[in-house]
């Protein structure tokens, strides 16, 4: 956690900042403002890849990518 937290710290106060994991699929989560937690859509189709929300996905707060970085880290591997 200290190297992401050290590379957060330099970033501008404006930085906007989103999400996306894969495996054999891409995994975009939206962070939208008001969400318990953040919402993940899975697309299986990579070679038909489009944005999947239309706001939502960068925020600048630096609690929420922090809060996703820990769920991301828990989720299992495939």
Do not use: C, W
């Amino acid at each position: 956690m200290g190297k992401r937290s050290e590379v957060m710290g330099r970033l501008p106060g404006n930085t906007r900042n989103g999400f996306i994991t894969f495996d054999s699929r891409i995994h975009f989560y939206s962070l939208q403002e008001g969400l318990s937690q953040a919402q993940m859509l899975i697309v299986s189709d990579i070679k038909a890849l489009s944005r999947p929300f239309m706001g939502g996905m960068m925020v600048f707060s630096r609690m929420i990518v922090d809060s996703q970085v820990m769920e991301t880290a828990k989720m299992p591997q495939h």
